[in-house]
RNA sequence: GGAAAGGUGGCAGAGUGGUUGAAUGCGGCGGUCUCGAAAACCGUUGUUCCGGAUUCCGGAACCGGGGGUUCGAAUCCCCCCCUUUCCGCCA
């Protein structure tokens, strides 16, 4: 959310931000309640403050022994007149927040501008010593490969679950198993952050906090009776942890680090880029989160960037880091790196993380804030990123690691979660 | 699913219609004492919004949420949500 103060004060910036985005400008209409808003505000607080003090008076006088009619019917008449106000402020006030709540955070002034994934920068890549983007051989498809060695089954998935549900079997279950054991404790170990393993429904607040909701409504899977949702990343767990408190500055910056699985309904993206693990309802990822002081959060992002690509150095995957333009940041983002790692058999990089800094946009909606050094309540800065998700990873790590003969080299920093150093 | 209890300030915990934004304790902050610290003592300490002023002043709202009664509600009534405990069921 943004602060409706600052969208009164730099209305002009707030405009340009959001039509950098693609987003349709409600800044006028927004503004226009606003004013209304207040001079309803000012209007009614008088007549209660004159309420009040007639309300004062007639404890006093009662108590004395006076007569209080009079004043019983001015006060009597006063609330009359309040309450009409109140219900019409009520009502700006909540086309306020709708609007509010629909409005995504703007870009960072370092974010290129841009309109659609296109525009996006590579910032820099990192290939493994030896790799060539030219095989020697014709690489199968990770759903070839999954098959040949009964590691994957898409369509037994899809009998049980639908398409996009995959299943992991015997070594692939393993090898899946290894790549988030192994993702969670190099995160602990070397980066610092702590371990939590959150709820995987969450309910309606919690969507609101981190901004899925109200706009990604379609996009997510829910459990109407009980009106909770499971989670498309963990990042809504783990950030809603502190939804509604009062952090101590001492205690910042916040690393978190969690596993979950993600379900995502991806409503109207089928076709493409579908196949196999490119786009799935459930996979499973491991998720870093931060809350950090406002003035460190570019250089929390940066570190948090860091981190994720340590994973992929350890397991030598080609991978490049991309900044996203203004045209294709989410909802919730203000600055945010790609991270795609390279697929041989589709001859593509594909997204495998994304980490974000989302300044105080998550943390006015979900209200969560520090006391800073003048003893002033101050929202935190919120970051996530993911470090990483094991889908599209797998994809890498399947076709960049098979022989001529069609078999898997389990990564060597894999091999002591595995047990085994080759799938056959 | 059944039953009971309860949701009050950073925390604990009083408060059943009229200076109660809320006793008291803890914590925090400032000070006295001290070489320093601890202890002790004194003082201070909520948030959000509106209006005006560059440390502030005035006003409004807030005791889980939403309605209602009343001149006046933390306190009375109704609805909802949540938490805890017990029973049942169950991995």
Known sequence: ????????????????GLASKNEFNKVDELLDIDKKRRELI???????????????DIAKIKREGGNVEELMSESRKIA???????????????????????????????????????DNVESRRWLPDGFKFENDFKPLDHVELGKKLKILDFERGAKISGSGFPVYVGK??????????????????????????????VNRESMKGTGQLPKMAEDMYTCEKDDLFPIPTAEVPITNLHRDEVLS?????????????????EAGSYGKDSKGFLRVHQFNKVEMVKFVKPETSYDELEKLVVNAEAILKELKVPYRILLLCTGD????????????????????????????????FQARRANIKFRNDDKKLE??????????????????????????????????????????????
């Open 172 to 201: 692939g279950a393993a090898l899946e198993r290894a790549l988030i054991n192994f993702m969670l404790n190099y995160h602990i170990e070397n980066h610092g952050y702590t371990e939590i393993m959150p709820p995987f429904l």
């Open 80 to 118: 009359d007149d309040t309450k009409s106000l109140d219900d019409e402020l009520k009502e700006l006030q909540n086309n306020l927040d709708t609007i509010l709540a629909w409005l995504p955070n703007l870009p960072h002034q370092s974010v290129p501008i841009g309109k659609s994934a296109e």
């Open 249 to 265: 500055e001492k205690e910042l910056p916040i690393y978190y680090v969690g596993y979950s699985a993600c379900f995502r309904r």
């Open 329 to 360: 940041l989410s909802f919730s983002a203000a600055k945010c790196y790609d991270i795609e790692t390279w697929s041989p058999a589709e001859n593509k990089w594909l997204e495998a993380s994304s980490c974000s800094n989302f300044e105080s």
């Open 379 to 424: 929202f935190v800065h919120t970051l996530n990123g993911s470090g990483l998700a094991t889908s599209r990873l797998m994809v890498s790590i399947l076709e960049n690691y098979q022989t001529p003969e069609g078999k898997i080299i389990v990564p060597k920093a894999l091999q002591r979660y595995t047990g085994f150093e080759i799938i056959d």
């Open 42 to 56: 000012t209007k009614t607080e008088e007549l209660k403050s004159r309420k009040n003090k007639v309300s004062a």
């Open 1 to 16: 959310m943004l602060d409706i103060k600052f969208i009164r004060e730099n209305s002009e910036l707030v405009k340009a």
